[in-house]
């Protein structure tokens, strides 16, 4: 794992030693104070641009082309907002997708079964344990976003979403983002309304290096990607675990999120 990461900055072969220690207990204040925390270089910036270009000619391919407009619950419509509710604004949204299944022997799925790996995060997370998905297409996604492709503001299904960037774009495909938007027991349309309509000081934006890990609690954090411009593609891994062994999606899900169900 030497090879693929930085383990003398980010000791998380050592579980349980004082430095491991240290940096859980940073990623969890990060977590608490801003929503989200980040591991600038954990995956050596020399690997990560590797990966990128192994994939290149697999995204111009086999990648599923992932196009459409949504609002921000990803839903046609919500039981409690009449159908005109600016909450319920729809944008586009444009990338393709390489699933687990199509980068088998990518450093990013040794990096996703390293079981070190989910043992950190499930430290950072507060939780017991992580375990990989069983699914051979959702555990490990990689996204690329080329010049006029974006990722609109959304909210993910999971408490925590975690990313690590391969290649950064050489304008644009920013990681916006406002924290708290909404909480378990407050939906906050009105917020989410006024965040749509650019009217939220409290958005940030952030711009990934290439080999960063970033942990962010994505169900009730907005999030996009801004539209990416210039030759050079936005490429991102996401991670999904889950505190339930042996988790799969349906085949339905499959066809839905990646056109196609094995
Ligand atoms: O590309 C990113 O930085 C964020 C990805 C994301 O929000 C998602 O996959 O749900
Ligand atoms: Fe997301």
Redesign the pocket.
Known sequence: MRDILDLETFPIDRPGTPEWEALVARCRTDLAEQGMFNLDGLMHPTVAAQEALDMASQFDTEAFLHEREHNIYFLKSLPDLPADHPALTRFRTS?RTLCADQIPHSALIQLYEWPEFAQFLAATMDMPKLYPMQDHMARV?V?S?DAGQT?NW?F?RSEF?T?L?LQSPDHG?A?EYRTDLRSKDDPNYDGVAQMLQVQDDQVQSLT?SPGTL?VFR?RNTA???TTVQGETS?V?A?FSYFEQPDVTFSPEERQGFYGRAE
Do not use: E, K, P, S
Request: charged fraction near 15%.
């Open positions: 990338n996604n996204m976003y990722l959304h993910d979403t990313t960037l495909g990681f990934l970033n994505g999030h996009r990607v936005r991102i996401v």
